[in-house]
């Protein structure tokens, strides 16, 4: 019978290739398990009450008599919104998104119109046009007084790491 000393060249590259497959595998629990980065592709410039002309491009500021300079709709008019949505992750995304009406003055009352709301993103930046229809709770709370609104809203990338952007509007009058 032939025993080989300890220390054989078979022996240290067996000791090796172990030693570097149990690093490999030490390294991918570490991967799987570590935080992943944060996904932060989304911004918004400031969303605006704003109506702009499709033919024109003039831009004009919804008022009402005796809000001058101040953006003001009539209970029930449909409320225009301009702004810009970047995604800037380089590819298309899947987002999910909430919005609101909310009350700035008095405040205290939010009225969801979008919950959870599925989209795909192009990557780049976006022009958003809207004209939000007001909601009956809106209209029906205003107790006959002018009260100060503004539309605000959440979107965030469908991944475990993805962060959420908001965006808000200028605050705007709703007038009886």
């Given amino acids: 019978m032939h025993f080989k000393a300890p220390g054989d060249k078979a022996e240290r590259v067996l000791?090796?290739?172990?030693?570097?497959?149990?690093v490999a595998l030490a390294v991918?629990?570490?991967?799987?398990?570590?935080?992943?980065?944060?996904?932060?592709?989304?911004?918004?410039?400031?969303?605006?009450?704003?109506?702009?002309?499709?033919?024109?491009?003039?831009?004009?500021?919804?008022?009402?008599?005796?809000?001058?300079?101040?953006?003001?709709?009539?209970?029930?008019?449909?409320?225009?919104?301009?702004?810009v949505r970047c995604n800037d992750a380089g590819r298309q995304i899947r987002v999910l998104?909430?919005?609101y009406w909310e009350r700035v003055d008095p405040p205290g009352i939010r009225v969801q119109f979008l919950d959870d709301f599925p989209a795909v993103l192009e990557a780049g930046c976006v022009p958003l046009r809207f004209e939000n229809q007001m909601p009956d709770e809106v209209?029906?709370?205003?107790?006959?007084?002018?009260?100060?609104?503004?539309?605000?809203?959440?979107?965030?990338?469908v991944l475990p790491n993805g962060v959420t952007a908001t965006w808000v509007t200028e605050s705007f009058w709703i007038v009886p």
Avoid at 15 to 22: C, E, R, S, V
């Fill in 139 to 157: 209209i029906e709370g205003l107790g006959g007084r002018a009260e100060s609104w503004r539309l605000v809203g959440s979107t965030a990338p």
């Fill in 97 to 99: 998104a909430d919005a």
């Fill in 15 to 22: 000791g090796l290739f172990l030693a570097l497959a149990l």
């Fill in 28 to 83: 991918a629990v570490f991967m799987a398990i570590r935080d992943p980065e944060p996904f932060d592709p989304l911004t918004f410039e400031p969303q605006r009450i704003e109506r702009v002309d499709p033919v024109t491009g003039q831009v004009t500021v919804p008022t009402v008599i005796g809000f001058a300079g101040i953006p003001a709709v009539r209970a029930g008019d449909p409320v225009p919104v301009v702004g």
